[in-house]
């Protein structure tokens, strides 16, 4: 704040009328200086009253804040010592009016915790009759949505959830009272909106949970082990995923990455299809088939050794050696053994630039594992086409 003059602040001849004749001097001064210079940054110091008014005491400009408070004309958010202004009587032109034209600060961030409160609970809940009709009596909308989705779905789109329709619903009706809010003091709301972000977050993975349970209804080819689907473009123009996009507020791109994330993490191999319907790109699985123990290894670096493994070095890398290849194994059977059920059902135009591409997948799985403080004897060999295609052709002999 400065001693600037506030003549940038616009006073509505209806502010004037009812407010001017309940304002002492100190107290329309302040006013003047808050609505002035309130937004030139999140939080004052009670200094920048100080040294605007200094004939007056912290005391009488603390009490003169609080009074304004009372007026119900601003509202302090108080933080470490600082202070945040809201002004109530604003409206959407930037003139002061007699009435309240914006929602109190107060009980958006009140009505906010409550909602997160309710949600935490809820999804911590069984999804029974029981606290379905205790939500349903709450809010009515979502019986209703309940009774939509249930005379529609018939098994075709992955099921009504209370807790995500709940948060879907306590959002719609939070922004529409307290969006522009909201963005109006995003510091403010900074920690909440954090809690939102996560609870989001939660939400795609409910949605991902829930197309892996619909895998043949979102892609062209599902097996145990593998999938096709179309490229990104196509799978996001899909009707369903669109619609559940839309209801949830999410993007359609973030939800197709972590289905495929999700499906690499279950030891699915991907095969991405071309226009044609044939498959020019695969995406291996993340798992590794090994044992827990097996991983450490997998994953060890120098600094980590037991004092057991730095006694014997070589047995030590012999080990490590060996669970690499076993990984590596691991990796070229997903993506071989998948070639050769897409390839009896025609999906392949071309099998060597596959191969060639799960030679190169997996040798990317290998840098993963590897750090710069490893000696020569932890690194891992490098997969050749002549091993994929060895893979393969023994593949191809015990399927036929």
């Known amino acids: 704040m400065s001693d600037a003059h506030s003549v940038d602040v616009k006073l509505g001849g209806d502010w004037l009328d009812f407010w001017l004749p309940k304002l002492d001097e100190l107290q329309l001064k302040i006013y003047l200086e808050v609505a002035h210079f309130t937004n030139s940054k999140t939080y004052h110091a009670m200094s920048e009253f100080t040294e605007i008014f200094p004939e007056r005491t912290k005391t009488q400009i603390r009490q003169t804040l609080r009074t304004l408070e009372e007026l119900g004309l601003i509202e302090v958010v108080r933080k470490d010592g600082l202070h945040h202004y809201h002004l109530l009587h604003v409206d959407d032109k930037n003139f002061h009016r007699a009435r309240v ?60 959830r209370l807790w995500m329709e709940l948060a879907i619903h306590l959002q719609n009706h939070f922004d529409q009272e307290y969006g522009k809010l909201r963005a109006l003091h995003s510091e403010i709301f900074k920690d909440i909106s954090a809690k939102f972000v996560q609870l989001n977050l939660s939400l795609v993975d409910q949605i991902t949970t829930d197309i892996l349970s619909h895998k043949a209804e979102y892609f062209s080819r599902v097996a145990d082990t593998w999938v096709a689907s179309e490229a990104e473009p196509v799978f996001i123009a899909k009707e369903n995923v669109r619609a559940l996009a839309a209801k949830y507020k999410v993007g359609p791109e973030q939800i197709f990455l972590n289905v495929l ?122 997969v050749t086409s002549k091993r994929i295609q060895a893979v393969y052709n023994n593949c191809r002999q015990q399927s036929a």
């Not at 999804?123 to 606290?131: A, C, I, M, N, V």
Request: net charge negative; proline share 4%.
């Open 261 to 382: 994330e999700a499906l690499q993490s279950a030891g699915c191999t991907i095969l991405e299809l071309s226009e044609g319907g044939k498959v020019d790109s695969l995406l291996l699985p993340t798992t590794t088939g090994l044992s827990e123990q097996e991983e450490r290894l997998l994953f060890l670096r120098p600094d980590e050794f037991s004092a057991e493994e730095m006694d014997d070095l070589e047995e030590t890398y012999r080990n490590v050696r060996q669970v690499q290849e076993a990984y590596a194994e691991h990796l070229i059977g997903g993506g071989v053994l998948t070639l050769v059920e897409a390839d009896s059902l025609k999906l392949l135009e071309d099998i060597e630039p596959l191969l060639e591409l799960v030679k190169t997948r997996v040798n990317e799985a290998l840098e993963l594992v590897v750090c710069n403080e490893m000696p020569k004897q932890m690194l891992p060999r490098q």
């Open 101 to 160: 034209c914006k929602p109190s600060v107060h009980a958006a961030l009140k009505e906010l915790e409550s909602m997160l409160q309710e949600l935490e609970e809820v999804s911590r809940s069984d999804d029974t009759g029981e606290l379905r009709e205790t939500i349903f009596a709450k809010y009515p909308a979502l019986r209703e949505e309940c009774a939509l989705h249930s005379s529609t779905a018939a098994g075709k789109k992955p099921g009504w």
